[in-house]
Nanobody, 124 residues
Framework: QVQLVESGGGLVLTGGSLTLSCAAS????????MGWFRQAPGKERELVAH????????YYADSVKGRFTISRDNAKNTVYLQMHSLNAGDTAVYYC?????????????????WGQGTQVTVSS
């Protein structure tokens, strides 16, 4: 019954902004760190950002640092990804995931639950 449901993806122009949401159910949300991942055509899935249980520790991939912000609202069981200054390299399917260990790239291998993904396409 655990579900992670992403929303907010779509088409955006280069330089634009978009905010993704991931609503969780069926798990004790505050017991999990949450992460955002993406997979572009022809590439493997990569970690974008993650956030610990109370939001005081975050990690960002170098490619998005300074442009993206991850946040969470435990009262709403929701994690967000605010994306700014988008470019073609950000085009991908974006997934959220829940895990309880790991930092940086190590977080990936410990994800217990995945969302279905939402498409983000940046055009110019």
């Amino acid at each position: 019954q655990v579900q992670l449901v992403e929303s907010g993806g779509g088409l955006v122009l280069t330089g634009g902004s978009l905010t993704l949401s991931c609503a969780a159910s069926g798990l004790s949300f505050s017991n999990y760190a949450m992460g955002w991942f993406r997979q572009a055509p022809g590439k493997e899935r990569e970690l974008v950002a993650h956030i610990n249980w109370n939001g005081d520790i975050t990690y960002y991939a170098d490619s998005v640092k300074g442009r993206f912000t991850i946040s969470r609202d435990n009262a709403k069981n929701t994690v967000y990804l605010q994306m700014h200054s988008l470019n073609a390299g950000d085009t991908a399917v974006y997934y959220c995931g829940a895990g309880r260990r790991g930092y940086g790239s190590n977080f990936f291998r410990y994800v217990d639950y995945w969302g279905q993904g939402t498409q983000v396409t940046v055009s110019s």
